[in-house]
């Protein structure tokens, strides 16, 4: 069976990065991230690899809703002009690139529903929670930085909400790390009760007259932000991908 790793890349070059004191300081950037890679593919020894990049094009959730991640933190600039090093130097360690036009998410997104769709596995290297709704037998997401597995029970249990409930929860309560609204003056507490009641956003909205007048109304107001929330949330899995899987095959399951 296939077993595809897949590497958000500017989630870990980002944070590898980070632990430099001179965020200017570039040097032997490639080599530590060279490293984090062999120490991924040394755990799970996958039969293919890739590591998929964040592209310049402006997102269509940003032409959607333009404060979507309003706030972040810009690259360095040492470290974008550093990234084509570190895509040639991954190549030579037999790590290949996929460049995403704009969020990387997505094409991770596809790939790992397209591995999973050939009956073989996908393991998305990421801390991005927005995996996770994806998760399941054929497909798994690893912290490298902790070195555990982001599990569906673990933010079952956080959320208060079912894995078949995630995408509506956050179209109710939203997430600051992305500035995705939700509705106004309903909180995670909130959006997971009334999803414990009514299991379905669209349930929620089709029961109003059995919900308190206050609360009835901050969602009646807030339909629209649920709306667009909803989509922005969504990953989505049909990107056009002008690859093919053996480009990504792993120096060890070729010396086999």
């Given at each position: 069976m296939n077993t595809?790793?897949?590497?958000?890349?500017?989630?870990?070059?980002?944070?590898?990065?980070?632990a430099q004191p001179n965020e200017n300081d570039v040097n032997g950037l490639a080599e530590r991230v060279g490293s984090a890679c062999r120490k991924l593919l040394k755990h799970?020894?996958?039969?293919?690899?890739?590591?998929?990049?964040?592209g310049d094009a402006?997102?269509?959730?940003?032409?959607?809703?333009?404060?979507?991640?309003?706030?972040?933190?810009?690259?360095?600039?040492?470290?974008?002009?550093?990234?084509?090093?570190?895509?040639?130097y991954l190549a030579s360690q037999g790590v290949n690139s996929i460049d995403a036009q704009s969020e990387a998410d997505d094409?991770?997104?596809?790939?790992?529903?397209?591995?999973?769709?050939?009956?073989g596995r996908a393991?998305?290297?990421s801390t991005d929670k927005g995996f996770i709704p994806l998760c399941?037998?054929?497909?798994?997401?690893?912290?490298?930085?902790?070195?555990?597995?982001?599990?569906?029970?673990?933010?079952?249990?956080?959320?208060?909400?079912?894995?078949?409930?995630?995408?509506?929860?956050?179209?109710?309560?939203g997430d600051s790390g992305n500035k995705?609204?939700?509705v106004p003056g309903i909180g995670p507490k909130s959006a997971a009760e009334l999803l414990k009641t009514f299991r379905t956003l669209a349930n929620i909205y089709s029961s109003l007259d059995k919900i308190g007048t206050k609360q009835a109304k901050k969602l009646e107001e807030g339909k629209p932000m649920a709306r667009l929330s909803y989509k922005l949330v969504q990953l989505q899995t049909d990107m056009p991908l002008n690859t093919n899987l053996a480009q990504f095959r792993t120096q060890q399951s070729q010396a086999t």
């Open positions: 595809l790793l897949i590497i958000d890349g500017l989630n870990l070059v980002r944070r590898i990065h980070a799970h020894q996958p039969s293919h690899v890739a590591i998929v990049w964040d402006i997102s269509w959730r940003k032409q959607l809703f333009a404060d979507y991640k309003k706030g972040r933190k810009p690259m360095p600039d040492a470290l974008a002009k550093e990234l084509p090093n570190i895509k040639v094409v991770i997104a596809t790939l790992a529903t397209k591995i999973k769709d050939a009956q393991i998305i290297v399941g037998r054929s497909i798994s997401q690893w912290d490298h930085f902790n070195q555990i597995e982001l599990n569906v029970k673990d933010r079952e249990q956080k959320l208060g909400v079912e894995q078949s409930q995630f995408i509506d929860f956050m179209a109710l309560a995705i609204p939700g």
